[in-house]
């Protein structure tokens, strides 16, 4: 009997504990669920500050994640509400805007602009630049007519996938007066063969000006 | 009747403990140690983390209890890589690693070994291990070694992996790391500069104040300087000036009645200065604005300059590493680090982890 009593207390403690924690929604500093991620779009993409920006000209959402944004208030230990943020990047501005969306309210309730320069790339913009590149004839005589064929990559690779041909990318900043990308917003991908990467630094996608670059040997 | 027994247990002993930190994150999200990991516990840590989209491993929140009894001490709201920048010699290419959409690296058995290793998170994102840490503190034959809990994820970045990793001792020291591996890109030296974001709330958000401790040599004498950083700017590193930075809280003393601080204090082999601003200076100090993120934005965010005296305070930590190519790195690059500690200073009255 006292075994069947710790059990029940047991079950208590390890079952219905958590399953009444999950009832009540997430705790402050958790991830947020994709409910909140489908709330954080919807308020963001028909908020009219974030809706004028990116109207004008072509742009794309990059992110959008948890953010634990605080009131201000004295001793404050964790955020009264729930936040995401939502970043968005226009191309012909060359700016971001990040939008600050109140779960529980379900609206945006500030924005900042980042310059273009700070706003990460995402890897939708490794795809296109990727598809440009692929679709150049200097990119292919670069693998001398025999192209393998390459597919986007935008996870890590698992053991399975680490002999696929795979094309990958990163932020490519300029310092040179110049260098296009000093001023336009590009992508260097990274083209992996048998796990080895081959042709490295040598092409480069100005997605602004939806050009491919082929770049010297730099490293 | 035994189950009234227990609970009646469970009243007391919850009664009897000093006042419990509601709880702001869930399993798999929250990870609590308590030291030594066998036997009455002297000190324990709470952590909430997320693997985020882009700057991998965040620290979403972190509680400090020195002692069984004591009240617990929030030092971190937010500590996070914001930004890696990896410029290379000759001038080009120039990286931003950090990207979204990318994920992290799913972590096994493998990397993260049991019994120490634990794999967490829905994605298998992040590694938490409970390690012996080597000697704590010894004279002679009196001696005692210590522990540490350490989180880690890796981040992917075309032909780099970063490994991301906060360590939470038993001292109440914070450890922030990252390191690279990966296959190397030619033959040219470069440098993979790590920008964190530390938003310390020590005992809270709002009245907290950086100051900078330098030292120097007249004559026979060394001098030591604290000076108030009053105004958000950014701050240069001397080694031969140990330069270090403390954050302090208006009210929280310890039991000598000395303001209770945690040291910033650089775990450097060089400099690094390149041509983009935000690199000129090792420390940044700014006031919290939710949406300055971004480390290479530094330059813009101390302009026009904010007071940080006893208000809600950022800083900013920027290190490299000089990868010099050798032709061991032919086929893979092993693990390289670099980062920072975080050491409580005047948080005891008295030597802990003693006898």
Same mark, same amino acid.
């Given at each position: 009997?006292?075994?069947?009593?710790?059990?029940?207390?047991?079950?208590?403690?390890?079952?219905?504990?958590?399953?009444?924690?999950?009832?009540?929604?997430?705790?402050?500093?958790?991830?947020?669920?994709?409910?909140?991620?489908?709330?954080?779009?919807?308020?963001?993409?028909?908020?009219?500050?974030?809706?004028?920006?990116?109207?004008?000209?072509?742009?794309?959402?990059?992110?959008?994640?948890?953010?634990?944004?605080?009131?201000?208030?004295?001793?404050?230990?964790?955020?009264?509400?729930?936040?995401?943020?939502?970043?968005?990047?226009?191309?012909?501005?060359?700016?971001?805007?990040?939008?600050?969306?109140?779960?529980?309210?379900?609206?945006?309730?500030?924005?900042?602009?980042?310059?273009?320069?700070?706003?990460?790339?995402?890897?939708?913009?490794?795809?296109?630049?990727?598809?440009?590149?692929?679709?150049?004839?200097?990119?292919?005589?670069?693998?001398?007519?025999?192209?393998?064929?390459?597919?986007?990559?935008?996870?890590?690779?698992?053991?399975?996938?680490?002999?696929?041909?795979?094309?990958?990318?990163?932020?490519?900043?300029?310092?040179?007066?110049?260098?296009?990308?000093?001023?336009?917003?590009?992508?260097?991908?990274?083209?992996?063969?048998?796990?080895?990467?081959?042709?490295?630094?040598?092409?480069?996608?100005?997605?602004?000006?939806?050009?491919?670059?082929?770049?010297?040997?730099?490293? | 009747?035994?189950?009234?027994?227990?609970?009646?247990?469970?009243?007391?002993?919850?009664?009897?403990?000093?006042?419990? &930190?509601? $709880?702001?994150?869930?399993?798999? *999200?929250? @990870? %609590?140690?308590? !030291?030594?990991?066998? +036997?009455?516990?002297?000190? =324990?840590?709470?952590?909430?983390?997320?693997?985020?989209?882009?700057?991998?491993?965040?620290?979403?929140?972190?509680?400090?209890?020195?002692?069984?009894?004591?009240?617990?001490?929030?030092?971190?709201?937010?500590?996070?890589?914001?930004?890696?920048?990896?410029?290379?010699?000759?001038?080009?290419?120039?990286?931003?690693?950090?990207?979204?959409?990318?994920?992290?690296?799913?972590?096994?058995?493998?990397?993260?070994?049991?019994?120490?290793?634990?794999?967490?998170?829905?994605?298998?994102?992040?590694?938490?291990?409970?390690?012996?840490?080597?000697?704590?503190?010894?004279?002679?034959?009196?001696?005692?070694?210590?522990?540490?809990?350490?989180?880690?994820? &890796?981040? $992917?970045?075309?032909?780099?992996? *970063?490994? @991301? %990793?906060?360590? !939470?001792?038993?001292? +109440?020291?914070?450890?922030? =790391?990252?390191?690279?591996?990966?296959?190397?890109?030619?033959?040219?030296?470069?440098?993979?500069?790590?920008?964190?974001?530390?938003?310390?709330?020590?005992?809270?958000?709002?009245?907290?104040?950086?100051?900078?401790?330098?030292?120097?040599?007249?004559?026979?004498?060394?001098?030591?300087?604290?000076?108030?950083?009053?105004?958000?700017?950014?701050?240069?590193?001397?080694?031969?000036?140990?330069?270090?930075?403390?954050?302090?809280?208006?009210?929280?003393?310890?039991?000598?009645?000395?303001?209770?601080?945690?040291?910033?204090?650089?775990?450097?082999?060089?400099?690094?200065?390149?041509?983009?601003?935000?690199?000129?200076?090792?420390?940044?100090?700014?006031?919290?604005?939710?949406?300055?993120?971004?480390?290479?934005?530094?330059?813009?965010?101390?302009?026009?300059?904010?007071?940080?005296?006893?208000?809600?305070?950022?800083?900013?930590?920027?290190?490299?590493?000089?990868?010099?190519?050798?032709?061991?790195?032919?086929?893979?690059?092993?693990?390289?680090?670099?980062?920072?500690?975080?050491?409580?200073?005047?948080?005891?009255?008295?030597?802990?982890?003693?006898?």
């Amino acid at each position: 009997m006292a075994n069947a009593a710790r059990a029940v207390l047991l079950a208590a403690v390890l079952i219905i504990a958590p399953a009444v924690a999950r009832a009540q929604g997430p705790l402050p500093l958790d991830p947020l669920t994709p409910q909140e991620r489908a709330v954080a779009d919807s308020a963001a993409t028909s908020d009219p500050r974030v809706r004028e920006f990116i109207g004008a000209g072509r742009s794309r959402q990059i992110h959008l994640d948890f953010i634990s944004a605080k009131s201000g208030a004295r001793g404050e230990d964790v955020p009264p509400t729930r936040h995401a943020e939502v970043l968005f990047y226009n191309y012909d501005r060359d700016l971001g805007v990040l939008a600050l969306v109140d779960l529980s309210r379900r609206r945006v309730v500030d924005v900042a602009r980042v310059p273009g320069k700070s706003v990460p790339i995402n890897s939708d913009e490794v795809a296109d630049a990727a598809r440009l590149a692929l679709a150049d004839p200097r990119v292919a005589r670069l693998f001398g007519g025999q192209m393998p064929s390459f597919r986007v990559a935008t996870k890590a690779a698992s053991r399975e996938e680490l002999g696929t041909p795979r094309i990958e990318g990163l932020r490519l900043v300029g310092g040179a007066a110049n260098d296009p990308c000093t001023r336009h917003r590009c992508v260097m991908l990274f083209f992996r063969v048998d796990n080895r990467y081959v042709q490295m630094n040598r092409v480069a996608v100005d997605l602004t000006a939806q050009q491919v670059l082929i770049r010297e040997g730099e490293r | 009747m035994r189950i009234g027994r227990y609970l009646f247990a469970a009243a007391v002993a919850s009664l009897a403990a000093p006042p419990a &930190v509601k $709880a702001q994150c869930s399993a798999p *999200y929250l @990870v %609590e140690q308590q !030291f030594p990991t066998a +036997g009455p516990e002297q000190t =324990r840590w709470k952590v909430c983390w997320q693997v985020m989209d882009g700057p991998n491993l965040v620290v979403t929140g972190a509680w400090f209890r020195p002692a069984p009894a004591a009240s617990w001490i929030k030092l971190i709201y937010d500590a996070r890589v914001s930004q890696l920048f990896v410029p290379y010699h000759p001038g080009s290419p120039r990286y931003y690693d950090i990207g979204y959409g990318f994920g992290s690296v799913p972590l096994t058995g493998t990397d993260c070994v049991a019994p120490n290793g634990t794999v967490l998170g829905s994605s298998s994102e992040l590694c938490k291990e409970v390690r012996d840490r080597g000697i704590a503190w010894k004279h002679d034959a009196s001696m005692r070694r210590g522990q540490e809990l350490v989180l880690w994820s &890796v981040m $992917a970045a075309a032909n780099y992996n *970063y490994v @991301v %990793e906060w360590t !939470f001792r038993d001292d +109440g020291i914070v450890l922030g =790391r990252v390191g690279a591996t990966g296959q190397i890109a030619g033959t040219n030296t470069h440098v993979h500069g790590p920008i964190w974001r530390l938003d310390l709330d020590l005992n809270g958000s709002c009245c907290n104040t950086v100051a900078t401790m330098t030292h120097s040599e007249v004559g026979l004498t060394g001098v030591d300087a604290h000076n108030d950083v009053t105004t958000e700017r950014g701050i240069t590193y001397s080694p031969t000036a140990f330069t270090m930075v403390g954050i302090r809280d208006q009210t929280l003393v310890n039991g000598n009645g000395k303001h209770s601080e945690w040291h910033l204090m650089p775990n450097i082999a060089g400099i690094p200065l390149h041509q983009e601003p935000f690199t000129k200076n090792t420390f940044w100090v700014t006031r919290y604005n939710w949406s300055e993120m971004l480390g290479d934005q530094l330059p813009a965010y101390v302009a026009p300059a904010q007071s940080t005296v006893n208000s809600d305070v950022v800083v900013w930590y920027y290190a490299a590493l000089h990868h010099v190519i050798r032709d061991e790195d032919t086929n893979m690059t092993h693990l390289m680090w670099t980062g920072f500690m975080l050491k409580p200073a005047n948080v005891w009255a008295k030597t802990p982890l003693f006898p």
